[in-house]
């Protein structure tokens, strides 16, 4: 089956038109397995389970629905481990308790939001605050070691990083802004 991705000048964004490849999916699984595996064994503090999020998110990617970017697949993948795991620890905690489950929100809904947010910025900001964006959100750096690593000031990075949720905000919430 054909991959191809169109984009949406209107919308700003790559839109989806196929399945992943299976090739492309095993590309994906090399490459990014093993640390996909240890986040989310540092989550959830187990093997078994790590190894069925991470199962889950390569299931997903194979049966349709969402194609990566190549800038953003190693962000989209690691947030789709934070997210499952804390989706399972979540519901561990409610059977844990004996309380009633929360009704289930879209994982993948929610996955495909936050992929379109990074599109936009990796299509629609300077490099510098694309770099500043992976380095802060995907990476989990602080103001000062990414103001070092790109050697401006931690009051450069701040500015940049005010900027890049402004224009987020404009394009994703412009009603609450």
Request: hydrophobic share 40%; glycine share 6%.
């Amino acid at each position: 089956m054909s991959e191809w991705l169109v984009f949406s000048e209107s919308e700003g964004y790559y839109k989806k038109n196929d399945v992943m490849e299976r090739e492309e999916v095993r590309r994906l699984f090399m490459q990014h397995y093993a640390k996909m595996q240890r986040v989310a064994r540092s989550l959830l503090f187990d093997e078994q389970e790590s190894e069925d999020v991470v199962s889950d998110i390569f299931e997903s990617l194979l049966s349709g629905g969402t194609v990566l970017v190549p800038e953003t697949e190693e962000w989209y993948l690691m947030t789709s481990v934070r997210n499952r795991c804390l989706k399972r620890l979540r519901h561990a905690a409610v059977v844990r308790n004996g309380l009633p489950a929360a009704p289930a929100m879209e994982d993948e809904g929610e996955d495909e939001r936050l992929t379109d947010i990074v599109e936009f910025v990796v299509g629609h900001l300077s490099s510098q605050e694309g770099r500043i964006f992976r380095l802060r959100f995907t990476d989990g750096l602080s103001y000062d070691e990414i103001a070092k690593a790109e050697g401006i000031s931690k009051v450069a990075v701040w500015k940049h990083l005010s900027h890049i949720i402004t224009e987020i905000k404009k394009r994703f919430n412009p009603e609450k802004l």
